[in-house]
């Protein structure tokens, strides 16, 4: 394991050539990358962590009746997995109402939750919207080409993250999944397009490059992003979504909360024209995202078969 090398980005002048270039670099060459400067008030992130941590606190029969369930996808859940690995961790899900069923599950005995998860929902969408603009310019597209994916609705969501303390935390080396004890998180790529994500002052995100696990350590001027396997198909693999990880601690709990930019459920979305040519040929063929979401969400609730990959979808 190596501690900090993901690239930082001031974005404060997100359209200058220096910022693109930038974030091109830290696309290509990471797909992880830490944001300064980048506009989401600290009186926003300090109420989000706080009535997260206030969430979590609560006694786990209060948090089990606003389960999440096959139905309906917003609310608590402790028995997700990942590999078809159960993770070490408890998680609360937020996603806009989507009919009479798919509706948020607040806690009624926490009256400041709702608001801060929908203050912190707002300033992720719009700061996601923004880099996904830039990253359209740098695969040579109009700044809101991308953006159409994302309409009439999209179906990004808020999760809010608890990792306890963990009596056998578990490192495998490389792409291995615990045999003995227990990660927060086995390794994966993130299903969307991107994915803003808010840490305590706890280590435990892990970036998997050039053979090695890398530490992402925290700032609390910063936030972390990764480009998901969405952004992949579009780059036709210029840019690559980074497997990553969490580990837990035997000595301290952690909390986070990742924004997942995620279309519209009638997107279909392929390798651009200005990443195809005749040396480069596209690797993917199209993917329905409505088919590709539920297909991964199956397997992070239950353990049915082998976990859906953008690399079933490989030409």
């Known amino acids: 394991m190596i501690t900090g090398n993901v690239p ?12 693109h270039r930038a974030l ?5 060459d990471w797909g992880f990358f830490q944001v300064t400067r980048h506009g989401i008030p600290e009186r926003t992130t300090r109420a989000l962590h706080e009535q997260m941590r206030a969430l979590f ?6 948090k089990r ?8 996808p917003w609310g608590f859940f402790d028995r997700e997995l990942t590999k078809n690995t159960r993770d070490w961790k408890q998680i609360y899900d937020y996603g806009p ?3 009479n069923v798919i509706r948020p599950q607040w806690p009624a005995c926490l009256p400041h939750f709702q608001s801060a998860v929908l203050a912190y929902y707002a300033a992720c969408e719009a700061l996601a919207l923004r880099l996904l603009a830039a990253i359209s310019v740098n695969l040579g597209m109009p700044a809101d080409h991308l953006a159409s994916s994302f309409r009439p ?5 808020l999760r809010l993250n608890y990792y306890p303390v963990c009596p056998r935390p578990e490192r495998p080396e490389a792409m291995g999944t615990p045999t003995t004890g227990h990660l927060g998180v086995n390794h994966h790529t993130d299903a969307g397009a991107l994915t803003v994500l808010l840490q305590d002052e ?10 090695c696990w890398h530490l992402v350590e925290p700032r609390p001027d910063a936030l972390v992003i990764n480009i998901g396997d969405i952004v992949q198909v579009w780059s036709n693999d210029r840019y690559c979504a980074a497997l990553h990880r969490v580990v837990v601690s035997e000595t301290g709990e952690r909390f986070s909360a990742p924004f997942f930019l995620n279309p519209a459920y009638s997107a279909a979305y392929a390798p651009l024209p200005t990443v195809v040519d005749a040396a480069h040929p596209p690797r993917y063929r199209a993917v329905r995202w409505d088919e590709f979401r539920a297909a991964r969400a199956a397997g992070d609730y239950a353990d049915r078969g082998e976990e859906v990959q953008i690399s079933h979808y490989r030409i």
């Open 202 to 211: 706890h280590p435990g995100l892990e970036v998997f490059r050039e053979g």
């Open 65 to 72: 009746a606003i389960s999440r369930t096959e139905a309906n």
């Open 8 to 19: 930082v980005i001031d974005i404060a002048r997100l359209d200058a050539p220096e910022t």
């Open 57 to 62: 606190r609560l006694p786990i029969g209060t």
């Open 24 to 28: 091109d670099a830290a696309c290509r």
């Open 153 to 157: 609705a999209h179906t990004s969501f």
């Open 97 to 99: 109402a989507a009919n």
